[in-house]
C-alpha cells in the first residue's frame, strides 16, 4: 500500500466493515449452493463479529462527531446477509443462529443514531431483512421493534421519502409476525398513522 501512519481504530473497523458488506454483496447474487457452502466459514464469520465493532466504536463516539463509517457499514451488511440467506434466495432452510442477538444490536444503533438519516434508513432496512428470516421473532422482540421505530414515524414526510417507504416495509413484515390482537392492532396503527399522514403515532 501507500504512505501515511498507522491506521486509527475507526478506520480498522471500516476496513473490516467493507469486507463484510463485500461478502453479503456477493453472497446476494451468488449461486444457493456456493451461498449454502460458505455461510458459517465466511459470509456469518465476517459480517457478526462487524455490527459488533459497531457498537464498540459508538462506545468511543461523542456527540457532535461523525458517525463511525463502520455503524453505517455493518448495517448495509447485516441487511445484505439477510436477504442472502433468505429461503427464498438459498432455495433451502436455513437458521441464522445469531438472528436475534444481531436484531438486537441493530436496534440499539437505530436507537442511538436515529437522527441520522443514513443509519437510520439503513438500520430499518436491515430489521425488515432480518424479521423476514425463520423462525418468526418472539412477541417481545416485535414489541421493542415496534416501540423503537414508531417514534421515527414522520406523518409530513411525503410518499417518496426512502425512510417512510422502508418504516413502511417494516411495519409490513411485522404485520406477519403479530401473535396476538393487541399487537396486530399496534401495527397497523402505526401502518394507518405513517399512510393516511396524521399525527396518530401516540395512540400506537
Known amino acids: 500500500g501507500g504512505g501515511g501512519g498507522p491506521r486509527g481504530p475507526h478506520e480498522i473497523d471500516a476496513l473490516k466493515a467493507t469486507v463484510a458488506l463485500c461478502a453479503g454483496c456477493v453472497a446476494m447474487d451468488g449461486p444457493p449452493e456456493v451461498v449454502l457452502s460458505r455461510l458459517p466459514s465466511h459470509l456469518i464469520k465476517h459480517v457478526v463479529p462487524t455490527v459488533k465493532d459497531a457498537v464498540a466504536a459508538t462506545a468511543r463516539w461523542k456527540a457532535g462527531q461523525q458517525v463511525p463509517l463502520v ?18 434466495h438459498l432455495k433451502a432452510p436455513f437458521k441464522f443462529a445469531e438472528r436475534d442477538e444481531v436484531l438486537s444490536i441493530v436496534l440499539k444503533l437505530l436507537g442511538k443514531f436515529s437522527s441520522v438519516a443514513t443509519i437510520r434508513l439503513a438500520s430499518i432496512r436491515a430489521l425488515s431483512a432480518l424479521i423476514r428470516l425463520e423462525p418468526v ?39 406477519s409476525t403479530a401473535k396476538s390482537a393487541s399487537m396486530l392492532f399496534r401495527v397497523l396503527t402505526a401502518l394507518d398513522c405513517l399512510c393516511a399522514g396524521d399525527d396518530a403515532a401516540s395512540r400506537v
Not at 455503524?71 to 427464498?88: T, W
Not at 414526510?157 to 426512502?162: F, L, Q, R, W
Open 71 to 88: 455503524v453505517e457499514l455493518s448495517l448495509r451488511a447485516v441487511s445484505h446477509l439477510a436477504r442472502a440467506i433468505h429461503p427464498e
Open 137 to 175: 421473532v418472539e412477541a417481545d422482540t416485535a414489541a421493542a421493534v415496534l416501540d423503537t421505530v414508531v417514534p421515527l414515524i414522520d406523518p409530513a414526510a411525503s410518499e417518496t421519502d426512502a425512510g417512510s417507504a422502508a418504516i413502511a416495509l417494516l411495519l409490513d413484515d411485522l404485520v
